[in-house]
């Protein structure tokens, strides 16, 4: 049975395996951060705490025993006592025991968009860690081909320098130049590697399992441009949801503070067997069967500060509610704007700027192999184009960091639009 067992989990690590080492798409990423998050799974079993407290709420209080005797063996010692015997239940008087259960079930539901909200902010980590490798890895491309580019510079002034063509100057700011580069470069690099060790712990990945992506950053923007919602709203904000359930449930904990200054009717019922001593007859028995009521007046404790708080608790939360909406409203807003204008950005960056020096580059190394134009200009010209290159990928990042925020303020992934389903199983969680 023990190596039944380990050949089960063997099946289990194998696809997981698999899974890793191929290269992970733009959604597969969100699905397996989704799946396999460690603090998403923690936050999961909230639910079944919240579970565990409904089905305890609403329950009676346990009736009691009640035994007693009496006897005279220390004083008379007339063989004279008596024996009761009893039951008693407290019964609510007011519908506090129900109201303790819908109060229990709304925390049920609260705790599904607890986790919902969880997994909202999930995705927006996780598409931010996937933009900052993938830019990483665009930026470190270009200081690549710019360090290449810097080190024939450097080696064209020092050649010209010993030929006595060039100046010190000229010969000491291209090393500076491509120095800086190299630095920029080894930078960006480590930036690359510490950024994948963040997406690994977001996906529930250990540091030394394989993780390559199969996105660039121009296709993860345009797959998350064609994801995103152009028209949202905020009816599927799961911690507005939340809100609004807080809201209904400060409602029944006011109902619960009044209902709960009536403590519950105690009823019980009771047998005494007494035996007595009687002159002149001596030693008799009586039975007796009683009935005990016993009623609570709120006089002292009538909860009033009880009620006094949840009722701010209320006030509290409907400022809560006011408040949220207005600072989504107006993150929507920003975000839909900036999302608009740096698309605008962009692409006024690649027809007007980008383009033409793509353009001049090429008539440069046309130039170049005519003998029209020297050696250090072209370089310097591919320099140019290098750097603005890099200014796309940051006008890039700035981009899908909109996206990201848009998507995750209007709460338009479709994991988080499905329905919430209260799991039956901690397989489900």
């Known amino acids: 049975m023990r190596y039944f067992n380990s050949y089960i989990g063997l099946l289990f690590l194998l696809p997981m395996t698999t899974l890793v080492a191929s290269p992970l798409g733009f959604e597969s990423l969100v699905q397996t951060a989704l799946t396999n998050n460690r603090d998403l799974k923690a936050a999961r ?25 009496f006897s005279d063996v220390v004083f008379r010692n007339e063989g004279a006592g008596a024996f009761s015997l009893g039951i008693a239940q407290e019964f609510p008087l007011t519908s506090r025991l129900s109201l303790a259960k819908e109060s229990a079930r709304l925390d049920v539901l609260r705790s599904l968009r607890e986790i919902r909200n969880h997994e909202r902010l999930l995705i927006a980590k996780v598409r931010t860690s996937i933009f900052a490798f993938l830019a990483s890895v665009s930026r470190a491309a270009i200081l690549a081909d710019l360090l290449q580019t810097a080190n024939k510079t450097t080696a ?24 800086k580069i190299s630095h920029e470069l080894d930078a960006t690099r480590l930036s690359s590697e510490l950024t994948l060790l963040e997406l690994k712990a977001l996906l529930g990945l250990e540091a030394k399992e394989i993780l390559t992506l199969s996105d660039t950053l121009d296709s993860g923007i345009r ?53 007595n001593l009687d002159e002149p007859e001596g030693l008799g028995t009586d039975n007796f069967l009683g009935l005990a009521v016993s009623i609570p007046l709120p006089v002292w404790n009538q909860k009033k500060g009880l009620l006094e708080e949840r009722t701010a608790v209320l006030d509290e939360t409907r400022a809560r509610i006011s408040a949220a909406r207005l600072e989504i409203e107006n993150a929507l807003a920003s975000s839909l704007i900036q999302t608009k204008k740096l698309k605008k950005r962009l692409d006024e960056f690649d027809s007007q700027t ?22 250090r200009d072209l370089f310097a010209v591919r320099e140019q184009l290098g750097k603005l290159r890099l200014d796309r990928i940051s006008l890039q990042t700035q981009l899908a960091s909109a996206l990201t925020d848009l998507e995750s303020t209007a709460a338009s992934h479709p994991a988080i ?9 901690r397989i489900d969680l």
């Open 156 to 179: 064209l002034a020092d050649e010209r320098f010993a030929a006595g063509q060039g100046s010190l100057t000229e010969k000491c700011l291209a090393l500076v130049d491509q120095r």
């Open 354 to 375: 980008l383009s033409p020096i793509i353009n001049a580059s090429e008539e440069m190394t046309t130039g170049f192999e005519a003998g029209r134009v020297e050696l």
């Open 223 to 275: 797959k998350l441009d064609l994801l995103t919602d152009m028209n949202p709203s905020i009816m599927h904000r799961p911690d507005v949801d939340l809100l609004i359930l807080g809201e209904e449930k400060a409602h029944l904990e006011i109902a619960l503070a009044q209902a709960e200054a009536w403590e519950g009717i105690r009823i019980g019922i009771q047998y005494t067997y007494d035996r």
């Open 417 to 425: 639009r499905r329905n919430y389903v209260i799991p039956t199983s």
């Open 45 to 69: 079993f909230t639910v079944w705490k919240a579970k565990g407290r409904l089905a305890q709420a609403g329950k009676w209080i346990n009736p009691e025993l009640e035994l007693s005797g």
